[in-house]
């Protein structure tokens, strides 16, 4: 009967898990479009929402604006993905009919009450721009402009709303390839005193037939980030990271191996004349450089939790290099990050509990309930505060009932039992601790070490190297997820991160030798803190970036900023620290493995 009841639940749990890809699949997939139209078809126009330029997380509905809107204005059900971007959608009130040309047709003529014109002029001030999905090709216009030619006082400036937007669009045979918008400059309204007023917003469409094919329709999208001047830097910054890891690299493998060779000449010379030599050099800690760490419990758990962030990394970036993430493939990449997390969580419980079981730890259950929330809390927490900033502020950022009892489903039905299932894995797969040596009973006293051989001086070497071969690239992604640009060259940008985790590995190896011949043996911590201080050079980066290359302001704005990059920082922290600790574990094993310790 117990047997019959566990394997109902491992087929019900397979039934969710493959319920929940084929929901990630539909998901990732739903924004391409492959409709075909005839001469007079309505062609779906969807208004997505508005907000300052500068500000891309302080997006509002598009009707929180008292433009024309119909009498019921329909929502356009939205994926998961979609939801987490921020988009709403719903039915625009612009009628742009498949090869239906119009010249300064009407929308309404609304009267503008004194408060309707104070919020457009706010949006005006504020360089609020609208964007929509025309058969899901998006355009973007802006609201108004501020006229400031010849005044010098802010109480002199004009601000004039746009009332009349030009569509043109593009087609090949029976398929949409390529629209924009363009606002009159001279169809405006002035909205610099509160009055009331009627304003009567005008549309015209002109339609243009191209030889590009509907394959290569979202190319222009992709166009920016692959011209000539920004290639030329994207590969000077992989020419000079490549120069950095063989540099690195090549210092690396002679220092060490001359130093080796030495060490083990020295401690084979040694062995004949014990009794005269002074004992001294990494050698003589062997009895306790695998003595087990503090807190050993947290230890294993952020090797787990590193380890699925790691493999999370690997699988985005597989569905990057087969083209998943083409340009407004809207909310496709929070989709794969929500659900290939949850699907990865079975790897954290293993390593996590794995590890911490070789180590000797005897309350796994707890281990593995602090591995569950180790990323998953602080996450939690930020997105708790962030999410009851954008409901203050009404906000698209802000996620409805629906969206988070969802996310707590999977959360619950998929991420907890992976990880459990994990966990029970690693426990009962688990095998004794390969140490090449034996660890004494009573530990060996530290010799005393100068300032720059302690934690955080090690931390700001260790993270140097590696984030100064990545910090060019990090413009251009900031640029993209906290800006209007668009990163498509994702080749490079995986080329980057193996560059990164080389160094990580490398400088993390190199200072732990140098820890080890100190006669330091608690080299544990010191390793995967060194490995993951790289996320605390990211986090100094975002400060530099936030104040002086962008023009993003408000506290919602910033308060977004700062709080999401603090959990990705987090998450590359714990990624590299797990990277590092892994390579200096390997190293260690390795060097006392080759010598013979009594």
């Known amino acids: 009967m117990r047997d019959r009841r566990k394997v109902m639940a491992l087929t019900n749990l397979r039934s969710s898990i493959c319920l929940l890809i084929c929901f990630a699949i539909t998901g990732v997939l739903s924004s391409a479009s492959d409709h075909k139209f005839k001469v007079g078809d309505p062609v779906p126009l969807y208004a997505n929402k508005v907000g300052p330029f500068h500000n891309p997380s302080e997006t509002y509905r598009y009707f929180d604006l008292p433009f024309c809107s119909p009498e019921h204005i329909n929502e356009k059900s939205e994926a998961l993905g979609e939801v987490?971007?921020?988009?709403?959608?719903?039915?625009?009130?612009?009628?742009?009919?498949?090869?239906?040309?119009?010249?300064?047709?009407?929308?309404?003529k609304k009267?503008?009450?004194?408060?309707?014109?104070?919020?457009?002029?706010?949006?005006?001030?504020?360089?609020?721009?609208?964007?929509?999905?025309?058969?899901?090709?998006?355009?973007?216009?802006?609201?108004?402009?501020?006229?400031?030619?010849?005044?010098?006082d802010a109480s002199e400036y004009k601000y004039f709303l746009y009332r009349h937007i030009h569509f043109e669009v593009q087609y090949n045979g029976n398929r949409v390839i390529e629209?924009?918008?363009?606002?009159?400059?001279?169809?405006?309204?002035?909205?610099?005193?509160?009055?009331?007023?009627?304003?009567?917003?005008?549309?015209?469409?002109?339609?243009?037939?191209?030889?590009?094919?509907?394959?290569?329709?979202?190319?222009?999208?992709?166009?920016?980030?692959?011209?000539?001047?920004?290639?030329?830097?994207?590969?000077?910054?992989?020419i000079n990271s490549c120069v950095t890891v063989l540099l690195l690299t090549g210092f690396l493998a002679t220092i060490l191996m001359r130093v080796l060779k030495n060490d083990f000449v020295k401690y084979a010379h040694d062995e004949e004349s014990a009794e005269e030599?002074?004992?001294?050099?990494?050698?003589?800690?062997?009895?306790?450089?695998?003595?087990?760490?503090?807190?050993?419990?947290?230890?294993?758990?952020?090797?787990?939790?590193?380890?699925?962030?790691?493999?999370?990394?690997?699988?985005?970036?597989?569905?990057?290099?087969?083209?998943?993430?083409?340009?407004?493939?809207?909310?496709?990449?929070?989709?794969?990050?929500?659900?290939?997390?949850?699907?990865?969580?079975?790897?954290?419980?293993?390593?996590?509990?794995?590890?911490?079981?070789?180590?000797?730890?005897?309350?796994?259950?707890?281990?593995?309930?602090?591995t569950g929330c180790l990323f998953c809390g602080p996450l939690f927490l930020t997105f708790c505060f962030l999410n009851t900033v954008a409901i203050i502020y009404s906000a698209t950022a802000a996620?409805?009932?629906?969206?988070?009892?969802?996310?707590?489903?999977?959360?619950?039905?998929?991420?907890?039992?992976?990880?459990?299932?994990?966990?029970?894995?690693?426990?009962?797969?688990?095998?004794?601790?390969?140490?090449?040596?034996?660890?004494t009973?009573?530990?060996?006293?530290?010799?005393?070490?100068?300032?720059?051989?302690g934690p955080v001086p090690q931390m700001v070497m260790a993270g140097f190297l590696p984030f100064s071969a990545i910090y060019i690239e990090l413009y251009y992604i900031f640029a993209s997820v906290w800006g209007h640009r668009i990163y498509t060259i994702y080749s490079i940008l995986?080329?980057?991160?193996?560059?990164?985790?080389?160094?990580?590995?490398?400088?993390?190896?190199?200072?732990?030798?140098?820890?080890?011949?100190?006669?330091?043996?608690?080299?544990?911590?010191?390793?995967?803190?060194?490995?993951?201080?790289?996320?605390?050079?990211?986090?100094?980066?975002?400060?530099?970036?936030?104040?002086?290359?962008?023009d993003m302001s408000g506290f919602m704005q910033t308060s977004f900023f700062f709080g999401y990059m603090a959990c990705v920082c987090y998450g590359f922290f714990l990624m590299l620290g797990t990277v590092g600790f892994r390579a200096a574990l390997l190293f260690v094993r390795h060097i006392y493995r080759s010598i013979k310790c009594e």
């Open 277 to 370: 030599q002074e004992e001294t050099g990494w050698k003589y800690i062997h009895g306790d450089v695998f003595r087990y760490p503090k807190n050993k419990s947290l230890l294993a758990a952020c090797v787990g939790s590193g380890t699925q962030l790691f493999a999370l990394a690997i699988f985005i970036f597989i569905l990057a290099l087969v083209g998943v993430f083409y340009p407004y493939n809207r909310g496709a990449l929070f989709t794969a990050l929500v659900v290939i997390y949850a699907l990865t969580s079975g790897i954290a419980g293993y390593v996590a509990t794995n590890f911490y079981c070789q180590l000797e730890g005897t309350n796994w259950v707890r281990n593995l309930i602090l």
């Open 84 to 108: 987490l971007n921020g988009d709403r959608l719903v039915e625009a009130p612009y009628k742009l009919d498949f090869r239906v040309d119009l010249d300064s047709k009407s929308v309404c």
């Open 179 to 238: 629209v924009s918008a363009r606002t009159d400059t001279d169809a405006v309204a002035d909205v610099t005193e509160d009055k009331e007023m009627e304003v009567e917003f005008l549309y015209s469409v002109k339609w243009k037939e191209t030889a590009i094919q509907f394959e290569r329709r979202m190319e222009k999208y992709s166009q920016a980030s692959a011209l000539p001047h920004h290639l030329e830097i994207h590969w000077f910054s992989i």
């Open 494 to 550: 995986f080329i980057v991160f193996i560059i990164l985790i080389i160094v990580t590995a490398f400088i993390t190896v190199s200072l732990t030798y140098f820890q080890l011949a100190a006669e330091d043996h608690e080299w544990w911590w010191r390793a995967f803190l060194c490995g993951g201080s790289t996320g605390l050079f990211i986090y100094g980066y975002c400060w530099y970036y936030y104040y002086a290359r962008s």
């Open 111 to 152: 009267k503008l009450s004194k408060e309707d014109v104070a919020k457009f002029r706010s949006a005006v001030t504020k360089d609020y721009y609208f964007q929509m999905y025309y058969d899901d090709l998006p355009l973007w216009g802006f609201v108004g402009k501020v006229e400031r030619e010849g005044k010098t």
């Open 441 to 453: 009973k009573y530990p060996r006293e530290i010799p005393p070490l100068p300032w720059y051989r």
């Open 399 to 439: 996620l409805p009932f629906g969206t988070i009892l969802v996310i707590l489903l999977i959360w619950t039905l998929v991420t907890f039992p992976l990880l459990v299932l994990g966990g029970i894995a690693g426990k009962n797969s688990k095998v004794e601790f390969q140490a090449p040596t034996r660890t």
